[in-house]
């Protein structure tokens, strides 16, 4: 059963266009969110998290949203650069104290010059 | 500052023979340990977590064990590999007190 899903395996969108990555979760639990971006070959590195009592939160060119309702969370890139290609993974955890994620499998993000 | 370190970065091992990764963290003590796996398209798993030395929790069963013989050393072996135990293997860290994890480099396991 998978918990958090990322259904959109891959997208492209063009550099200085805003960038949509989507995750959804099934379990009302989750109680905490994290983006992570992955190159080939490397570990991934952590881009942005949101706490459950908030709907959104930015950091520069990225912002993520979320809509508790919906079971839904949302990565937006603006603008889109070609750097920002990579594998992005949403994980999520409601189990405090052990800080276990359960991980989509991840959106292959391209962005075209 | 903090580093995580993994190896080795490659490994390509046959069916049947035993298998040893290993990651360290330098510049925190007593930190969460993680190990994961990412098979060929498909997420991150989480296979075994460590909230302090000897002290070991699986996530998944299989052919696979961990050990934390010092606070910031893990380890990840089987004492025979499987062809589905291929992958890209992950350890990862973090502050008891703080959600974010950080990962290692990894390693790229392929069974033959």
């Known amino acids: 059963d998978q918990q958090v899903k990322q259904n959109s395996p891959s997208l492209s969108v063009q550099e200085g266009r805003i960038s949509i990555l989507n995750c959804d979760y099934t379990?009302?639990?989750?109680?905490?969110f994290l983006w992570y971006k992955k190159y080939p070959a490397e570990g991934p590195t952590f881009l942005i998290s949101?706490?459950?009592?908030?709907d959104k939160n930015e950091d520069g060119r990225f912002t993520v949203f979320l809509n508790k309702s919906a079971k839904h969370l949302s990565l937006h890139i603006v603008p889109s650069q070609p750097g920002d290609s990579a594998v992005y993974f949403c994980?999520?955890?409601?189990?405090?104290?052990?800080?276990?994620?359960?991980f989509g499998t991840g959106t292959r993000l391209k962005v075209l010059a | 500052s903090q580093t995580i370190h993994q190896w080795p970065a490659t490994l390509v091992q046959p069916v049947g023979s035993p298998l040893s990764l290993e990651c360290t963290v330098e510049?925190?003590?007593?930190?969460?340990l993680y190990w994961y796996r990412q098979a060929a398209g498909r997420g991150l798993q989480l296979l075994f977590y460590?909230?302090?030395?000897?002290?070991i929790s699986s996530e998944v069963p299989q052919n696979l064990s961990a050990s934390r013989p010092q606070d910031r050393q893990f380890i990840l072996s089987s004492k025979k590999l499987l062809l589905s135990d291929s992958g890209f293997y992950l350890c990862?860290?973090?502050?008891?007190?703080?959600?974010?994890?950080?990962f290692g480099p990894g390693t790229r396991l392929t069974v033959t």
């Open positions: 990862a860290w973090s502050v008891k007190v703080s959600y974010e994890q950080y």
């Open positions: 379990n009302s639990m989750f109680d905490y």
């Open positions: 949101i706490s459950s009592i908030k």
């Open positions: 994980a999520a955890s409601g189990h405090s104290g052990t800080y276990k994620y359960i």
């Open positions: 510049g925190t003590s007593n930190p969460n």
């Open positions: 460590s909230v302090g030395i000897g002290q």
